[in-house]
């Protein structure tokens, strides 16, 4: 069973920097695509960026392009989500989510995701 695990949320002022973590752990296969989804009280998950571990793919949200710049590093199981110029309407719950047997590309949608982690607050503040 393939498990995900988020951490590097938190309070930030508004222009400030965060980076997130996913850590896959369990059952690891060689090909994933991996999405980060943000979830803000009262709103829908929406899809913030994804990439394939196989060949790097990434996209992106039209309202954190420029902003924000996803990596992995596939030796240690962990995708990256740096965060910057952060902005009050970034506040929500992240979630990181993995989609296995993807050999290329990914897709913001979170029905295409089949396992998820617990999330990760991230609150932009004054």
């Known amino acids: 069973q393939l498990q995900l695990v988020e951490s590097g949320g938190g309070l930030v002022q508004p222009g400030g920097s965060l980076r997130l973590s996913c850590v896959r752990s369990g059952v690891i296969l060689d090909n994933y695509a991996i999405g980060w989804f943000r979830q803000a009280p009262g709103k829908e998950r929406e899809g913030v960026s994804c990439?394939?571990?196989?060949?790097?793919?990434?996209r992106y949200a039209d309202s954190v392009k420029g902003r924000f710049a996803i990596s992995r590093d596939n030796a240690k199981n962990t995708v990256y989500l740096q965060m910057d110029s952060l902005e009050f309407e970034d506040t929500a719950v992240y979630y990181c989510?993995?989609?296995?047997?993807?050999?290329?590309?990914?897709?913001?949608?979170?029905?295409?995701?089949?396992?998820w982690g617990q999330g990760t607050q991230v609150t932009v503040s004054s």
């Open positions: 990439i394939s571990t196989s060949d790097g793919t990434t």
């Open positions: 989510a993995a989609e296995p047997g993807v050999l290329t590309g990914c897709i913001l949608w979170h029905d295409e995701y089949d396992y």
